[in-house]
């Protein structure tokens, strides 16, 4: 049973766009949810990350939205660029030290100059 | 330069063969990870390791081993029981579990024909 769906698959998005990709979760004992982004031949890389005590979280161009009653998050990434171009996965996880992440099945991002 | 090294970064194998993927890291972290990527599969947790001499089946361990004698390292077998063993395989370690932030390596792209 997947436990973190995330659409859509692919997106592109001209430059200077407005990026948005989505998740849902299930387990309701999660209480983390990090986004990570991967470029081709790389791992993935920590890039942001929420908490469900908040609604929203912003760094620079880079956006979490989350919605605890709908067990939704986005990720939004204003002003793409043809750097943003890569993979994007969300996660959850519990806060326990015991717990593992559980990624979504990922986004690629396109970015066109 | 602190981080994850995974060797070799591409491996080929026959069928029926075992082969191991190192991984080793100068984090001084004591979680370690292993996860297989395929397309439009995200990150499917394998094997995990919270401290030396432990470590716990993931999602699909099934045809995999580990061992984890050293905090550094964490060796990843692909068996012969393993039936589909050719992907992209990603080490990853942490401080702790729960909302530690994963730190990658540049994963090892194997293939078994």
């Known amino acids: 049973q997947q436990q973190v769906k995330q659409s859509p698959q692919s997106l592109i998005v001209q430059k200077g766009g407005i990026s948005i990709i989505n998740c849902a979760y299930e387990n309701t004992a999660f209480d983390y949810f990090p986004w990570y982004q991967q470029f081709p031949g790389k791992g993935p890389a920590l890039l942001i990350a929420?908490?469900?005590?908040?609604s929203e979280k912003k760094e620079g161009r880079f956006t979490i939205s989350f919605n605890k009653s709908a067990k939704q998050f986005s990720l939004h990434i204003m002003d793409s660029q043809p750097g943003d171009s890569a993979t994007y996965f969300c996660a959850a996880s519990m806060h326990s030290g015991y717990s593992t992440l559980t990624f979504g099945k990922g986004t690629m991002l396109l970015v066109s100059p | 330069d602190g981080g994850i090294t995974q060797s070799p970064k591409y491996l080929f194998r026959k069928e029926g063969q075992n082969v191991t993927l190192s991984c080793e890291q100068n984090?001084?972290?004591?979680?370690m990870y292993w996860y297989r990527q395929d397309p439009g599969q995200g990150l499917r947790l394998i094997y995990y390791?919270?401290?030396?001499?432990?470590?716990q089946k993931g999602d699909i361990a099934e045809g995999y081993s580990v061992s984890r004698e050293k905090k550094e390292s964490f060796p990843l077998t692909v068996t012969s029981a393993q039936k589909n063993p050719t992907a992209f395989y990603l080490c990853?370690?942490?401080?702790?579990?729960?909302?530690?932030?994963?730190?990658f390596g540049n994963g090892t792209r194997l293939t078994v024909t």
């Open positions: 984090l001084n972290h004591d979680a």
């Open positions: 990853a370690s942490s401080l702790a579990g729960g909302s530690s932030p994963l730190h």
């Open positions: 390791s919270q401290i030396v001499n432990d470590f």
């Open positions: 929420i908490r469900p005590d908040v």
